[in-house]
């Protein structure tokens, strides 16, 4: 599970970082240059990709040229947007550092911080 | 009969009287370590308050005899003896249903509870695995985004995982400060104490000391983070670095509940001089907690020890050796000397 996760994420990569359209071949080239991989393989990720909508795919020729459906940047908006949604009633599945909150209650934070910072600069 | 009554006195009033206790002052938030243990023996005892009851309804005070053979034999005569009247078996049966009902209930929720976090966290892996990039100097994972986040995802692969933000907003120490909170998080297993907790007020919601348990305990787990990463890095900088992120991470008042108190008592404990209960209190806290979980075992045990001595076979289950024939047991109730009923 966690090896087609990494598998999927090598080939978005190299999606994302070619300019236009690409062919499962020239994925292919680029994943072979840091590991041995097989055509097949890389065509059945793509198409997997394709089929979950992360991947568009255009016939030319004989292949297919597949772009991204979505930028790294939306996928990433989409993720962090679930996250910081989760909150605190989520907590056995995630702990965050500090709950989101709202602009007056983090005025009120820097408030507190700010009378520790000046009380301990005075009996300094 | 009296000691289930006597269980679920001390089971309500454990949870009544049990959270104003432990929510009285700030003692707990003075070390928290000791205030997770105070709430996990709190619930604990409750919920093993209610599984005894049941129990002791079920099964008549069992003796404690020196031999197996004695003991399973006693045992017969007095299930026999309970459940040979209408009454007594209607006692019985509750009993067995309430205490298997809790137990499935509980079990239920937690497991529940458990997969589905791991389910949850699984997917999230899979979306960083696209959408995030393995910071080596930090040992992190670093996601492209504006909004100041970090959290950590416990259990196996657990990764710690930040906003692109939140590196813009800390400095070094600062940074690391968090990031060792974060770790103390997954090293304590503090999904884990949460996931008991969650289960726990999912499967009595009725219960209030459950959900406040689940509250406070959230809460104590942040300060117990906060105290691990004040040992390394001076508290004005945990504080700072809070702050700081607060600020990155400012949502729209409509998006979301209470955050900010929790946050807002942080700050200010930790820009207060340290101030851990001493050895004393804390060793009182121990005590009390540990008498909290060992008070409903003893109460239902002490039936069990005042009839090691004076054991006999009931006289009900003597005379009818039919029904005992019927049930299969004929040899043990034969086993029982001759007479023992009568002395």
């Known amino acids: 599970m966690r090896q087609l996760g990494q598998l999927e994420a090598a080939v978005m990569e190299r999606v994302w970082s070619a300019d236009a359209a690409v062919s499962v071949r020239e994925v292919l080239d680029a994943l072979q240059q840091e590991r041995t991989i097989a055509y097949t393989t890389v065509m059945t990720v793509m198409d997997n990709l394709h089929t979950k909508g992360l991947l568009v795919r255009q016939k030319e020729g004989r292949a297919y040229r597949y772009r991204a459906a979505r930028t790294r940047e939306q996928h990433a908006a989409e993720y962090m947007q679930n996250v910081l949604a989760s909150g605190s009633d989520r907590t056995a599945t995630l702990l965050h550092f500090l709950e989101q909150m709202p602009a007056d209650e983090v005025a009120e934070l820097r408030r507190a911080l700010d009378q520790a910072g000046n009380g301990e600069a005075a009996t300094s | ?343």
């Open chain 2, 1 to 343: 009969m009296t000691v289930p009554v006597v269980l679920v006195v001390f089971a309500i009033v454990a949870s009544v009287l049990g959270p104003r206790l432990l929510r009285r002052g700030d003692w707990l938030s003075r070390s928290p370590r000791m205030g997770i243990f105070a709430w996990q023996a709190l619930s604990g005892s409750v919920l093993l308050s209610a599984l005894l009851a049941g129990a002791a309804l079920a099964v008549p005070a069992l003796p404690a005899t020196a031999s197996l053979a004695e003991f399973l034999q006693s045992c017969l005569m007095l299930l026999k003896a309970q459940y040979s009247t209408p009454g007594g078996a209607a006692a019985g049966i509750t009993g067995a249903v309430l205490a298997v009902t809790v137990l499935a209930r509980y079990g239920f929720c937690l497991a529940r509870c458990v997969v589905s976090a791991r389910s949850s966290r699984l997917e999230q892996l899979r979306s960083l695995a696209l959408v995030a990039r393995r910071n080596d100097r930090y040992g992190v994972l670093v996601v492209d985004h504006p909004v100041a986040a970090a959290y950590c995802l416990p259990g196996r692969g657990r990764q710690i995982v930040l906003t692109t933000a939140v590196l813009d907003a800390l400095d070094e120490e600062q940074l690391s400060a968090v990031l060792a909170h974060e770790r103390a998080h997954l090293r304590g297993r503090h999904d884990l104490v949460m996931a008991g907790a969650e289960a726990l007020e999912q499967a009595f919601p009725r219960v209030p000391a459950f959900r406040a348990a689940r509250l406070e305990l959230a809460r104590l787990i942040e300060l117990q983070a906060d105290d691990t990463a004040v040992r390394r890095y001076p508290r004005l900088t945990v504080a700072s670095a809070l702050v700081r992120l607060a600020e990155g991470g400012a949502a729209p008042a409509s998006a979301l509940g209470a955050g900010g108190h929790s946050a807002l008592m942080r700050v200010r404990r930790l820009a207060a001089p340290s101030n851990p209960l001493g050895p004393g209190r804390r060793a009182a806290i121990a005590l009390a907690a540990a008498a909290l979980l060992a008070g409903p075992v003893v109460l239902a045990a002490v039936p069990a020890a005042g009839i090691a001595h004076d054991y006999s076979c009931p006289p009900a289950a003597v005379a009818s050796h039919e029904d005992m024939a019927a049930l299969g047991c004929l040899p043990a109730a034969q086993a029982c000397p001759e007479g023992a009923g009568r002395s």
